[in-house]
């Protein structure tokens, strides 16, 4: 299993960004996805999952009407459409899939390296 983020950079105040996450090495349309993040000096937190089917989402109450979470099953892509943008949305955004466990308060079993995303003026 191989996740790459990218789409990561310096954006000012109110600003958008979109995350992609390229999947390669499993059956990309039969695992859920998944957004985290991790700021300076915080620990990991859960930001958006996406069935493998597509049809479910769900996000944490800090982005929600913020941020879309998306996939191309054709392309084997997950996005991350990020609106609004704050300064405390600063942080390293990880991409991560798992094939059985879906929800808010779960480890995915594979991730990705990251990307980072900082929200300054």
């Known amino acids: 299993v191989q996740l790459v983020e990218s789409g990561g950079g310096l954006v000012q105040p109110g600003g958008s960004l979109r995350l992609s996450c390229a999947a390669s090495?499993?059956?990309?349309?039969?695992?859920?996805m998944y957004w985290f993040r991790q700021g300076p000096g915080k620990e990991r937190e859960f930001v958006a999952v996406?069935?493998?089917?597509?049809?479910?989402?769900h996000y944490t109450d800090s982005v929600k009407g913020r941020f879309t979470i998306s996939r191309d099953d054709a392309k084997n892509k997950l996005y991350l459409q990020m609106n609004s943008l704050k300064p405390e949305d600063t942080a390293a955004y990880f991409c991560?899939?798992?094939?059985?466990?879906?929800?808010?308060?779960?480890?995915?079993?594979?991730w990705g390296q990251g990307t980072q995303v900082t929200v300054s003026s």
């Open positions: 996406i069935s493998w089917s597509g049809t479910r989402t």
């Open positions: 090495g499993f059956t990309f349309n039969t695992y859920h």
């Open positions: 991560a899939t798992d094939p059985v466990t879906y929800g808010i308060n779960v480890q995915p079993r594979y």
